[in-house]
């Protein structure tokens, strides 16, 4: 069974304040993602991975970083939180495209 | 740039309703097409895929969509709802184009809520 997990599940942040989010997938898959959902926007992709020690920038990255130390993991790195960052945050993994994406079970981040 | 439309935000239905969830697509490659399903409280999960390899048709746990290159479309069908149907679905796509086939583009995904 694919599993992906994220931590925390849910966190609130002060603006300009600095939020790692995590991600750990057991599938042995290459590539990694984040999205951000918001309502009415849909899953945005923020950035991704297909291979440890590289990232990627998706169509949305302002104001976000990633990093990829190994194949299982993948952080979300909000430098200077702000208020339009509050949002659901999902991590997905996928052993190479166009296969289908797992994805973990989210990060509710609210920032004040 | 690939760009996924749906335009319905919401749809209610009643148990047993039809259901028809329209997406259309833009690309210049051809696609993979997908369904995805997300419960609340849960990320999403696949429904149903489909190439040109699979006949065009994806069928999954009562829910078909078939893929039309000619009218750029990838409407989600099913006959008759039930309530354990509430969630978000999201159509996506997925160029087949090098390297940048494991992007997937969402659609803004269409809130199904059945009333028993």
């Known amino acids: 069974e694919a599993a992906v997990t994220q931590s925390p599940r849910s966190k609130v942040a002060v603006t300009g304040g600095k939020v790692t989010l995590s991600c750990h997938q057991t599938?042995?898959?290459?590539?990694m993602y984040w999205y951000r959902q918001d309502t009415g926007h849909g899953l945005r992709l923020i950035h991704y991975?297909?291979?440890?020690?590289?990232?990627e920038k998706g169509d949305i990255p302002d104001g976000y970083k990633a990093s990829r130390p190994s194949q299982e993991n993948f952080s979300l790195i909000l430098e200077l939180a702000s208020l339009s960052q509050t949002a659901v945050y999902f991590c997905?993994?996928?052993?190479?495209?166009?296969?289908?994406?797992?994805f973990g079970p989210g990060t509710r981040l609210t920032v004040l | 740039g690939d760009s996924v439309t749906q335009k319905q935000g919401q749809v209610t239905l009643s148990e047993d309703d039809f259901l028809f969830i329209n997406c259309t697509y833009s690309?210049?490659?051809?696609?993979?097409l997908f369904w995805y399903v997300q419960y609340p409280g849960q990320g999403p999960q696949l429904l149903l895929k489909?190439?040109?390899?699979?006949?065009n048709k994806g069928i999954s746990r009562g829910f078909e969509a078939t893929y039309d290159k000619g009218t750029t479309s990838f409407h989600l069908q099913k006959a008759s709802v039930q309530e354990s149907d509430s969630a978000v679905y999201f159509c996506?796509?997925?160029?087949?184009?090098?390297?940048?086939?494991?992007?997937?583009?969402f659609g803004k995904g269409t809130k199904l809520s059945v009333k028993s």
């Open positions: 996506a796509l997925a160029p087949n184009s090098g390297g940048s086939n494991a992007k997937l583009t």
């Open positions: 599938n042995n898959h290459d590539y």
């Open positions: 489909v190439t040109t390899a699979n006949n």
């Open positions: 991975s297909y291979v440890a020690d590289s990232t």
């Open positions: 690309t210049t490659t051809y696609p993979t």
């Open positions: 997905a993994s996928t052993p190479t495209g166009p296969y289908e994406q797992y």
